[in-house]
């Protein structure tokens, strides 16, 4: 059927989680930018601030496979709608911290709630859209997580300048509340949803193979536990690098105002009008990496899997840029080449989030992606700690180097252990 006749609700359906990753994004990413605000009135180090993320990514990795198994277990509608709430909750909560201890209270209490989002996507995805175009539609709602980065310095630095830190958290939590709601009125999944047309329907199932479609007509399955997926060389295939691809983000988000401004001298105000510059360029890198995986099956007729692989070679290279940051002569060089990684990150980003869904059935996507996850804010926790220590004694410098490595170090071992084969799904026991 011609492209022109079909529905577009999955398109609408994605855009609503792109909206709630976006507020989501801006949740976290308001304590990096209030961070030269929030050291100065708390009187907090470099390495207490780092317990203070550290706080919220112990949380994460913690929380990424049972909020997976619980969207799952309750279905991306309700399970989605939750989460939003309780992490809409736990940001507003930072107003009422009075030191970097209770600081750190809340922002695991963020970290526990907001682990659902990338899960709730992928599930998403895996549910709505058909193998050929999950990259494109991970692409999309993973703009959010640069969006939501994006948008956060001019946000959070208006709302200390006029109102003081506390209302940064209040504003940036509010919104989720009145997301959740939209959500739920919403959300419903392609079996039960009243407006899917019969072409759209068949566009989604039709290019999955006989297997996955017969899934997706059954009800009342049991999902897949956590045991069988982790027994699975694919699932290692994807969890590795993304241990390794992870600390790259989290140095971009949590870092990148604290680093310009002890390493380059920057105030506030400079922050809040070029910070977000990076995570435009992830944007950019979000978008174009989901399209670029289909062109290379188009142009050079390779494999699903081959082109995932691709991909995330192709973003692991170009955190070269990065990795030179240290030799940049200007502030606006070194922003510049962090726009360089936030545009690789986020196409390899979004080349590993998509393979949870080719590899494994959509009654588990969820606990694979959380499981997943786990594994890379392991590495991203870890890294921001050796940030703590480190960067004040030894700079910035070497560690960005160490980004890239890790990325390239990724790509080779995604290359080694996911096998180029028809794509196949795992079944519930």
């Known amino acids: 059927m011609p492209a022109q ?15 709630g990753t976006v507020l989501n994004y801006l949740a976290r990413s308001s304590l990096s930018v209030a961070a ?15 317990w203070v993320v550290a706080a919220f990514q112990a949380a994460y990795t913690v929380s990424q496979p049972l909020a997976g198994l619980a969207l799952d277990w309750m279905g991306v509608r309700l399970g989605f709608a939750m989460f939003a709430i309780g992490w809409s909750a736990a940001n507003c909560c930072h107003a009422f911290s009075t030191g970097w201890p209770s600081f750190a209270f809340f922002r695991g209490l963020l970290g526990l709630t907001e682990a659902a989002a990338i899960p709730a996507g992928i599930k998403v995805v895996g549910e709505w859209f058909p193998p050929v175009e999950r990259t494109v539609a991970t692409g999309w709602f993973n703009i959010g997580s640069s969006l939501g980065a994006m948008i956060a310095p001019p946000i959070v630095v208006f709302c200390i300048a006029m109102w003081g830190w506390q ?14 709601g939209l959500w739920y009125w919403g959300y419903r999944s392609p079996a039960d949803h009243p407006k899917l047309g019969d072409a759209e329907r068949a566009h989604i199932l039709g290019g999955r193979d006989g297997e ?25 295939s994807i969890a590795i690098p993304r241990f390794l691809a992870e600390p790259a983000w989290q140095t971009f988000s949590f870092f990148i105002p604290l680093y310009l401004v ?6 506030l105000k400079s922050i809040a009008a070029f910070a977000w510059l990076p995570f435009l360029a992830a944007d950019a890198g979000s978008i174009l990496g989901g399209y670029y995986a289909p062109w290379l099956m188009r142009r050079f007729k390779v494999s699903l899997l081959t082109s995932r692989k691709i991909v995330m070679t192709t973003g692991a290279l170009c ?45 588990v996507v969820a606990t694979a992606t959380g499981m997943a996850g786990s594994a890379a804010w392991i590495g991203g926790l870890s890294f921001s700690l050796i940030i703590g220590a480190l960067a004040d004694t030894i700079g910035y410098d070497p560690l960005f180097v160490c980004l890239a490595l890790f990325d390239i170090a990724g790509a080779a071992i995604l290359w080694t252990l996911l096998r180029d ?7 519930p026991a």
């Open 421 to 427: 084969r028809k794509v196949g799904v795992v079944r």
């Open 319 to 363: 955190m070269i840029g990065p990795a030179c940051i240290g030799l940049a002569g200007s502030p606006a060089m070194a922003i510049a080449l962090f726009c360089v990684g936030g545009f690789a990150h986020q196409m390899l980003s979004g080349a590993l989030l998509t393979l949870s869904a080719d590899l494994f059935d959509r009654r």
């Open 36 to 50: 030269p605000t929030l050291k100065t009135t708390f009187d907090m180090s470099t390495q207490q601030y780092s």
């Open 5 to 19: 006749r079909l529905g577009r609700l999955r398109w609408w359906i994605i855009s609503l989680v792109t909206l």
């Open 262 to 267: 002890e390493a380059r001298g920057m105030d």
């Open 212 to 236: 996955d479609a017969a899934a997706d007509a059954q009800d009342g399955d049991t999902p897949l536990g956590w045991r069988a997926v982790i027994m699975r060389r694919d699932f290692w």
């Open 167 to 180: 209302s940064a958290f209040l504003v940036t939590g509010a919104v989720g509340f009145a997301w959740a």
